[in-house]
């Protein structure tokens, strides 16, 4: 049953509107849809994957994405500017780094959004205390210690450490465990390098065990605790990884780099039926912290941009290939972007807004923001923020993860609900007949618009619908009511400068978005 | 600032000095915590010792190791960079040797000092660089923080890990200004990004030229800065006299200082406590570290085992109690680094951020199996371990027992091993099902160490013990 089939029969066989979804708790209708498949389905997009790939030692966007227009990024940084001539078109005042092509082919392919000026009030330039606050999504002043994947991903196990759900929540590729991933009771993922390594060392020693002693609320028996969860979950997992990294494939061939060899083992997991939601992905150490001779079109920092272009693009090629591309998005991230002037050893210092991307199928891409100004800074002479690192949070959890707004609020400890950036463009989901897509924009006409538009959508006949209609830089511009039974709305657009804006659809949780252009 | 963190701590540390003489588990503990080899031998000497005797006596020993014979030769120009590479892995043996040399609260020092003022090899390239910083360390384990911190400014190994010798008057780099501040001396919050501007351009003037950092007046900004609040012509060493001089150095250290020594959670009191005593001491670490080792707060029950070991503590404690010094260093190396510690190369400028982060979902199976494969005589993979000559070598698990118990009675061998190798009491039911391990099958009466089948039996309780999550704590 779809869920336009279920609303409607429960209008008709009087199911109060209390247990509909998006009116009660979505927690509370968990615990009562367990077990019922059709509408633990409904209740969210249990299959989608995010793989997160940190830059760790701070990204210097400027040199990543670069204002090709604007004189004094070269004049601030005679030597390791990127040239106009060399950058990757993006539109007329920004280029990529030319290392990035697999990034521009996606660009164009319409799959990979770049957010700008992303970082948060009062920017930490400290790379530990910075990489903390994006792992814990908290504001500049606060420190907590779970982080917000940990806080997000507990909520889908009740009773994790005790009872382990049969797949890893998430996994990290390495062997360290990064705090984005603790949640209130410790690790909710874990870690390896390699699946068939992980599988030998957790199953070659013997199975003697000792009993554990007595619970103590000790330091030592804190720490006890802490070992005895880890052990288990390795115990349990280190099976179930090796299994679906033998059944799982990979269908092009990956770069030999770091990031290529750890993307390829995500993709073999996804291939092999691992229900993991989380992949985090840290490499190449610290050497983003480009302090001298970072270089410009070649060097230190071209090196780095290119890796990680050119393993991105064969695992998203890989992964449509395959036809997971309907379910695996990425983002990247790092603590901070650098100083916009170079310093006196033709390398960049600590510095605040970085742009970030989001890539997939399902992400609407496209430049959120302007770039941030490069005259108007900050008393260090840093660029201003564009967007709060937890806007793009709040998207990921609400759009792409299916996270009610509730939750998404715990996980953030703020509401980023209203400033959600329209990222993914998660209507399309619904192709797949087994996970019905319960609203979407079905048409927009004239498009483009000179003075008034008609937008037609797919929205359950009783919930309430709106739509929102935003610039680029995350304003919003419009909004108009939608009649549910109708789906139909008529916006007048006079008034709207020449551009494209990204059009959202609600009604209850859901969201759908489209593109509307205005000509002038 | 508000904290989500409020994990339960131990009350004020009571630093005044204990008197009492140090029973068999106090000495464990001391050895466990002061030196990278908790060895029943080494217990045994202090035992019935004060704690003051006890420490006085660890802080004189030094391990003593020839030094690489590339160590004083500068590289030569233009060479390749596998000539730079093949040193790396003889530096980091060169360190084992130590680390497994004569058991020292010096060595302990030297691993605090390097996780302190990071740097590696990668960053570094010259292993003769790192060989001088951790001679720096050695020299200054146990002495002045203030003429350490003062030497680390012109370490050539430091200026070129952190960029101090590419920052130029009138333009400086920050990148060791930021960490000064940050992660050397202050912690976070205590300063503010201007001191960190200020004190770049203090720190100009350094260059590296052969296997020396050298200082150049002329080339440094002697123009007025305001530090800390303090204004004047301030050149590097002024940013060292004022950095040391804010309440914030002292209480960095001592929490450093609590964490490695003590317990993972120190109450604010216990670290002002220490705090107190680092500043009446004028930062001299062996007046600093001889009163933490011999109080009170360091003997407490509440924090025996509190500390998760390090790797290093993991692979050359256990290689030290069962007398293996002589396995290759290659071997323990490997393991350290697989286990996330590999030496000289700390996962960035902050180290290893040690107590949860050493236990993963891979990092403790493999810490498992490393040590019941080390039991056998074996790597974590299988090989065998062998000496410097190639020759396998492997614990003799009988002379273990006899050294530490009357090894004609299990249940003694049980008791004494839960105590050598256990930071934390053992419960009745865990010796009770060590001793069936033990005994595997043959009733009490009939053991005798002097059969042929006890080796087997006695290496099947070590293993049996060193799986236990309680050998990872200290």
Redesign the interface.
């Known amino acids: 049953m779809d869920r336009r089939r279920f609303l409607r029969n429960a209008g008709r066989t009087g199911i109060a509107l209390a247990t509909l979804p998006g009116v009660v708790d979505s927690l509370s209708m968990r615990a009562l849809a367990h077990g019922n498949d059709a509408i633990d389905k409904l209740l969210g997009s249990g299959d989608r994957i995010l793989v997160l790939i940190q830059m760790a030692g701070g990204n210097d966007g400027l040199n990543t994405v670069v204002p090709i227009t604007i004189d004094k990024y070269y004049t601030d940084r005679p030597t390791i500017a990127i040239p106009k001539s060399s950058a990757l078109r993006i539109n007329d005042d920004l280029g990529w780094h030319p290392a990035m092509q697999g990034f521009r082919d996606a660009f164009d392919a319409g799959t990979m959004a770049i957010v700008q000026g992303v970082t948060y009030p009062n920017p930490d330039r400290s790379h530990f205390r910075g990489t903390d606050i994006w792992l814990t999504a908290t504001d500049a002043d606060v420190f907590a210690s779970t982080g917000w994947l940990g806080r997000y991903l507990e909520t889908l196990a009740p009773g994790y450490p005790a009872t382990l759900p049969d797949h890893p929540l998430a996994i990290q590729i390495g062997t360290s465990i990064s705090l984005g991933l603790l949640g209130s009771q410790g690790a909710v993922g874990i870690s390896f390098r390699d699946p068939d390594e992980f599988y030998r060392l957790v199953n070659t020693g013997s199975s003697e065990e000792v009993p554990s002693g007595p619970a103590s609320d000790t330091p030592a028996g804190r720490e006890i605790a802490f070992m005895r969860d880890v052990a288990r979950s390795a115990n349990v997992y280190a099976k179930v990884v090796k299994q679906a990294a033998d059944k799982g494939k990979t269908t092009v061939s990956y770069p030999t780099s770091d990031l290529g060899t750890k993307l390829k083992v995500v993709s073999q997991l996804i291939s092999g039926g691992l229900s993991s939601r989380i992949y985090l992905l840290s490499w190449a150490g610290f050497n983003f912290d480009t302090h001298a001779n970072q270089g410009g079109v070649a060097g230190t920092h071209a090196n780095l941009l290119r890796e990680l272009s050119e393993a991105v693009t064969a695992f998203m090629a890989d992964m449509k290939a395959q036809g997971h591309d309907e379910r695996v998005a990425g983002m990247t991230f790092s603590e901070f972007g650098r100083r916009v002037m170079e310093n006196g050893s033709q390398g960049t210092d600590h510095g605040t807004a970085a742009p970030l991307f989001v890539f997939g199928k399902h992400v609407n891409g496209g430049v959120y923001g302007a770039h941030p100004s490069l005259t108007d800074l900050d008393d260090r002479g840093d660029m201003l923020m564009r967007y709060d690192y937890r806007d793009i949070y709040a998207s990921v959890l609400l759009q792409w993860l299916g996270a009610p707004s509730t939750l998404a609020q715990n996980v953030l400890f703020k509401d980023f609900a209203a400033k959600a950036l329209p990222l993914f463009n998660v209507s399309s989901v619904g192709n797949d007949t087994s996970r019905p897509m319960p609203v979407a924009i079905t048409s927009i006409g004239p498009n483009p618009a000179v003075d008034r538009v008609r937008i037609r959508v797919d929205v359950p006949p009783l919930s309430t619908a709106g739509i929102t209609v935003r610039d680029m830089a995350g304003s919003v511009v419009r909004t108009a009511g939608v009649d549910a039974w109708s789906g139909l709305c008529e916006m007048d657009v006079r008034g709207l400068s020449q551009g494209t804006y990204v059009v959202t659809l609600t009604a209850d949780r859901y969201t759908a978005h489209s593109f509307l252009t205005v000509r002038r | 600032?508000?904290?989500?963190?409020e994990?339960?701590r131990?009350a004020v540390a009571d630093l005044t000095q204990r008197q009492e003489p140090l029973s068999y588990d106090d000495a464990m503990h001391l050895v466990r915590r002061a030196t990278l080899q908790p060895t029943n031998a080494l217990a045994l000497r202090y035992m019935g010792q004060t704690p003051a005797a006890a420490v006085a006596d660890l802080l004189s020993k030094t391990a003593t190791v020839p030094p690489p014979s590339w160590a004083t030769t500068p590289p030569q120009q233009g060479q390749p960079f596998s000539e730079y590479a093949r040193l790396w892995p003889e530096l980091q043996t060169w360190w084992y040797r130590h680390a497994i040399g004569t058991p020292s609260l010096r060595e302990r020092m030297v691993l605090f000092w390097h996780n302190h003022f990071t740097a590696d090899y990668?960053t570094v390239y010259v292993a003769q660089y790192l060989y001088k910083q951790s001679q720096l360390f050695r020299q200054y384990a146990v002495g002045s923080f203030r003429e350490l911190a003062t030497k680390v400014v012109g370490d050539p190994a430091m200026l070129i890990y952190?960029?101090g010798n590419?920052?130029?008057k009138?333009?400086?780099?920050?990148?060791f200004g930021?960490e000064w501040f940050?992660?050397f001396t202050l912690g976070?919050g205590n300063y503010s990004?201007r001191d960190i501007?200020e004190a770049s351009r203090a720190f100009t003037g350094w260059r590296v030229a052969g296997l020396d950092g050298v200082y150049n007046a002329q080339l440094a900004d002697r123009d007025t800065k305001t530090i800390l609040g303090q204004t004047g012509s301030w050149d590097y060493q002024d940013v060292v006299r004022i950095t040391l001089e804010q309440q914030a150095c002292p209480r960095f250290l001592a929490r450093k200082l609590f964490r490695t020594f003590v317990?993972?959670?120190p109450s604010d009191d216990s670290i002002n406590a220490l705090a107190t005593v680092i500043r009446s001491a004028d930062y001299d670490m062996q007046s600093v570290l001889t009163t933490l080792l011999t109080s009170n707060a360091f003997y407490e029950t509440?924090?025996?085992?509190?500390i998760?070991k390090a790797p290093a503590d993991l692979v050359v404690g256990l290689a030290a109690q069962y007398g293996m010094l002589e396995v290759h260093p290659t071997a323990m190396l490997a393991v350290m680094t697989?286990l996330?510690q590999e030496i000289f190369y700390p996962?960035?400028?902050?180290g290893w951020k040690g107590w949860?982060?050493w236990?993963?979902?891979?990092?403790?199976?493999?810490r498992?199996?490393f040590a019941?494969n080390f039991i056998l005589g074996k790597t974590?993979s299988?090989a065998s371990l062998t000496d410097g000559s190639g020759q396998p070598v492997a614990p003799n698990p009988i002379a273990f027992a006899k050294s530490i118990a009357n090894a004609d009675d299990p249940r003694k061998i049980v008791e004494a091993t839960c105590k050598v190798m256990l930071?934390?009491p053992?419960?009745q039911?865990?010796r009770a099902?060590?001793l069936e391990?033990l005994l595997s099958g043959i009733p009490d009466y009939e053991w005798d160490i002097d059969t042929p089948g006890a080796a087997v039996r006695v290496r099947?309780l070590l293993?049996?013990?060193v799986?236990?999550?309680?050998y990872?704590?200290m």
């Open positions: 600032m508000i904290s989500f963190d994990k339960p131990l990668i952190l960029n590419q920052s130029i009138g333009n400086p780099n920050e990148n930021r940050e992660l976070i990004e501007v317990e993972q959670h509440a924090v025996r085992g509190a998760i697989q996330g996962p960035s400028v902050e949860h982060s236990i993963t979902s891979s990092t403790f199976p493999l498992q199996r019941e974590a299988g930071a934390v053992t419960t039911e865990q099902v060590l391990i099947g293993q049996a013990i799986r236990m999550p309680e990872q704590l």
